[in-house]
């Protein structure tokens, strides 16, 4: 008999010649043709967390908590009638909601690379920065982040079509009963397992062994760039603050001049102008350094699908080994020739062996094993297949967005510093001309 295989799944492009591929979605996972932009939420519902509150309440111990609700507002773009103003919808989440509605998207969409929530708590700061997460500044800065989370889900050809989703942003009593009733929890694949089909694949499609490699780079990247920007960050800090000093010299100097003195007085109020506007100015940094953290967490984004496939693979490459196993049996059976070393021949030299009957009825019970498990190996391939082409055709989503967003942040990061220098330049040029009326 021949033994099982993974059929071939020929789901790279056509360049790369084709790679077997393996894998099993659950089959419980919705199957949602891709909207078009037009058609996705973002264009037919306005989305904005406006505001976030510090609230006080009893946690599921039946302690104290303190945590922070934000507010969600929705409203559809298109009026209802002609002059006729929407209403607008509104309701409070909690931070872990996020996180609740988010485990829901990975779990049930294992394909697609989830947008990532902003960080729960403040990371990669400089010294001057609260890394408290209830201090009024790093609240402000996640609620920008969950913004821009549930834009981003919004926009999403397949998760704006969820109606979990839908519901997150527009029923805010009995969402959470409604999210644990999917059962997703029960499909969310265990840290073990996933090591485990890390370690023991035998076929790893090196696409997305790759893929996988390329965040662990992208993340060490952006890590190690928010880590410097932060050290410059401490340091301009000092460097402005210092100016300040200027000031307080040349308005001192100032007081024993009367030539000299309006000319004195004035510069010193530039450099405090200077001194005083790097707070302002790091503010709008954080922002920017926001927008990597997000591509930081993306990284981890896009090593779950990966390991998601890894899991597929492992699991085909388990049914194959099984099935080539049930095959080799029953051709004993068949020949009365035991090919390999087994306890079932040495059970049966010692005892004798089976009767015809006992045979006959072994080999119909492996006969119709084989063929439920090659039923299932095709379907696995088929869905593979599926699972691969859907995965890759989002990584290329993913790839295009993520090229425009990081572009974008470090060209508006490049300009912020030219203007920042220009801002220095003309605050010297301010000085020189109260020099020059003395």
């Not at 926009?155 to 409604?178: A, N, R």
């Not at 800090?237 to 003195?261: L, P, T």
């Not at 490459?317 to 029953?330: I, R, V």
């Not at 030219?418 to 020189?432: E, L, R, Y």
């Amino acid at each position: 008999m021949e033994s099982a295989e993974a059929e071939p799944s020929d789901s790279r492009p056509e360049e790369d010649g084709g790679a077997p591929y393996s894998g099993l979605p659950p089959p419980e996972q919705p199957v949602a043709a891709a909207a078009t932009m037009e058609d996705c939420l973002a264009k037919k519902m306005e989305i904005t967390v406006s505001e976030a509150e510090k609230r006080t309440g009893r946690n599921a111990m039946n302690m104290q908590e303190t945590y922070t609700a934000y507010l969600i507002e929705t409203r559809a773009v298109e009026p209802q009638s002609e002059g006729q103003c929407v209403p607008v919808d509104s309701l409070w989440r909690r931070y872990s909601e996020f996180e609740l509605l988010r485990n829901y998207l990975s779990v049930t969409y294992p394909h697609i690379v989830v947008p990532p929530l902003p960080e729960k708590r403040a990371d990669f700061v400089w010294h001057k920065l609260s890394a408290d997460n209830m201090d009024p500044d790093f609240v402000e800065r996640r609620r920008i982040g969950l913004e821009n989370f549930l834009l981003r889900v919004a926009s999403h050809p397949v998760l704006c079509q969820d109606k979990i989703f839908y519901s997150f942003l527009t029923q805010e009593g009995g969402w959470k009963e409604m999210v644990n009733e999917t059962g997703f929890q029960l499909k969310a694949d265990s840290r073990l397992k996933a090591l485990n089909a890390t370690f023991r694949v035998k076929n790893p499609d090196k696409r997305f062994t790759e893929l996988k490699h390329y965040s662990d780079e992208l993340q060490s990247v952006i890590s190690h760039l928010l880590r410097v920007r932060a050290r410059v960050a401490d340091r301009l800090y000092g460097v402005y603050k210092v100016h300040g000093n200027y000031g307080r010299v040349f308005s001192e100097w100032s007081a024993i001049e009367k030539e000299m003195g309006d000319g004195l007085q004035s510069a010193g109020h530039h450099m405090d102008v200077y001194a005083a506007s790097i707070d302002d100015i790091l503010e709008e940094e954080e922002h920017y350094a926001d927008q990597l953290k997000e591509y930081l967490f993306y990284a981890e984004a896009l090593r779950a699908v990966c390991r998601k496939h890894e899991l597929m693979q492992y699991d085909l490459e388990m049914a194959a080994q099984d099935l080539t196993s049930k095959k080799q049996q029953c051709e004993e059976l068949a020949t009365g020739t035991v090919r390999t070393f087994s306890l079932k021949g040495m059970t049966s030299k010692l005892f004798g062996q089976e009767t015809p009957e006992q045979r006959e009825a072994k080999i119909k019970v492996l006969e119709e094993q084989i063929q439920e498990g090659e039923e299932q190996l095709k379907s696995k391939n088929l869905e593979g297949r599926d699972f691969v082409k859907s995965a890759w055709a989002d990584i290329e989503r993913f790839k295009e967005q993520k090229n425009h967003d990081l572009k974008e942040a470090l060209i508006n990061y490049a300009v912020m510093q030219i203007s920042m220098c220009k801002k220095g330049i003309q605050v010297w040029t301010n000085a020189k001309e109260c020099f020059s009326k003395m």
